[in-house]
């Protein structure tokens, strides 16, 4: 009686979807960035055991720089003040403030920079890229 070919067995579905199903965070506690299955609620930091709660879906994150030690914060849009965990400086979430970013005019590398900068150096290939240009900034005599 001929033995049947046991198939080999399938391995079980990973729990987590590739790539894709994951968000990212920073931690409150120390400035990690923590990557966390969508849907969770709260993600523990594996570095300093911190709890960060995970803002609901279609929040919006906003980023700034600290005023104090200049640190990239995030915080939800819309906030008039963050904390930074690391200089517990209050910074007020102004315009000013704020980080955009802009594509480099050269290599389309996208580049962060200052709200009210006037151009942005590219670290990659040095072109500078003007933040805004109008034409119409140019004087005519
Ligand atoms: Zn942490
Ligand atoms: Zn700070
Ligand atoms: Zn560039």
Same mark, same amino acid.
């Given at each position: 009686?001929?033995?049947?070919?046991?198939?080999?067995?399938?391995?079980?579905?990973?729990?987590?979807?590739?790539?894709?199903?994951?968000? *990212? !965070?920073? #931690?409150? $506690? +120390?400035?990690? =960035? %923590?990557?966390?299955?969508? &849907? @969770?609620?709260?993600?523990? /930091?594996?570095?300093?055991?911190?709890?960060?709660?995970?803002?609901?879906?279609?929040?919006?994150?906003? *980023? !700034?720089? #600290?005023? $104090? +030690?200049?640190? =990239? %914060?995030?915080?939800?849009? &819309? @906030?008039?003040?963050?904390? /930074?965990?690391?200089?517990?400086?209050?910074?007020?979430?102004?315009?000013?403030?704020?980080?955009?970013?802009?594509?480099?005019?050269?290599?389309?590398?996208? =580049?962060?920079?200052?709200?009210?900068?006037?151009?942005?150096?590219?670290?990659?290939?040095?072109?500078?890229?003007?933040?805004?240009?109008?034409?119409?900034?140019?004087?005519?005599?």
């Amino acid at each position: 009686m001929p033995v049947p070919l046991a198939p080999y067995p399938t391995p079980p579905a990973p729990l987590a979807p590739p790539n894709g199903g994951q968000s *990212q !965070l920073v #931690c409150s $506690g +120390c400035r990690n =960035l %923590l990557l966390y299955p969508q &849907g @969770a609620k709260s993600v523990c /930091c594996a570095v300093c055991r911190a709890v960060t709660t995970v803002p609901p879906p279609g929040t919006e994150m906003a *980023q !700034l720089i #600290c005023g $104090g +030690c200049h640190t =990239l %914060l995030m915080y939800i849009r &819309g @906030a008039s003040s963050v904390q /930074c965990s690391c200089c517990h400086t209050v910074n007020l979430a102004l315009e000013a403030n704020q980080v955009a970013h802009v594509n480099c005019g050269n290599c389309q590398m996208l =580049l962060m920079y200052q709200y009210g900068a006037r151009s942005v150096k590219c670290a990659v290939c040095n072109f500078v890229t003007s933040i805004g240009a109008s034409p119409s900034t140019e004087q005519k005599a």
